[in-house]
T-cell receptor, first 117, second 111 residues
């Protein structure tokens, strides 16, 4: 299957700093990528849909000025958590859509664990 | 009613048993059906993918989709301890529509 990478896999930062997470599709081009957040023992919560060359679409309740998304190329989307606070500590996972029509599916990255002190 | 229902209750089975998981859904527009496996502290890994109704088999895994009943299933034959993980069902209407997830089933295969 297709491969999606994320970097970094884990980050610890001080409150008030900004953190950038990268999501790359390694062997396919993805016009659409997705960013999720997952709390322990819960399912994935979609934060935003990232479209190459255009503004991201944020889900209700997600602050677009706090979670900045940039999808500058067909293989890279970035999520920047600005002025991070302890409540932003979570597991962030991206996914990329591959295929068209009947073969369309989503592949997930390995996730980034963020801890804000 | 939630879009996707998946009983999250932990499931423990002895090694070699058949694991049976299922999800129901309410949105008749769903056309793409997936099962993901997620190990602790890792991203979800695509296990099975089915477009529209039907069965699909891949090794020890079988996925079934019954659109008339809005019901999907995943069967794992000859379960192994390495199958111990959380299994998430997911579905979509395709295009720019997002994935709708079940809550996930935690499966433990006991050696």
């Amino acid at each position: 299957g297709a491969v999606v990478s994320q970097h970094p896999s884990r980050v610890i930062c001080k409150s008030g700093t900004s953190v950038k997470i990268e999501c790359r599709s390694l062997d396919f081009q993805a016009t659409t990528m997705f960013w999720y957040r997952q709390f322990p023992k819960q399912s994935l919560m979609l934060m935003a849909t990232s479209n190459e060359g255009s503004k991201a679409t944020y889900e209700q309740g997600v602050e677009k000025d706090k979670f900045l998304i940039n999808h500058a190329s067909l293989t890279l989307s970035t999520l920047t958590v600005t002025s991070a606070h302890p409540e932003d500590s979570s597991f962030y996972i991206c996914s990329a859509r591959d295929g068209v029509g009947a073969s369309e599916t989503q592949y997930f990255g390995p996730g980034t664990r963020l801890l804000v002190l | 009613q939630k879009e996707v229902e998946q009983d999250p209750g932990p499931l423990s089975v002895p090694e070699g048993a058949i694991v049976s998981l299922n999800c129901t859904y309410s949105n008749s527009a769903f056309q793409y059906f997936m099962w993901y496996r997620q190990y602790s502290r890792k991203g979800p890994e695509l296990l099975m993918y089915t477009y529209s109704s039907g069965n699909k088999e891949d090794g020890r895994f079988t996925a079934q989709v019954d659109k008339s009943s809005k019901y999907i299933s995943l069967f794992i034959r000859d379960s192994q301890p390495s199958d111990s993980a959380t299994y998430l069902c997911a579905m979509s209407a395709g295009g720019n529509n997002r994935l709708a997830f079940g809550k996930g089933n935690q499966v433990v295969v006991i050696p």
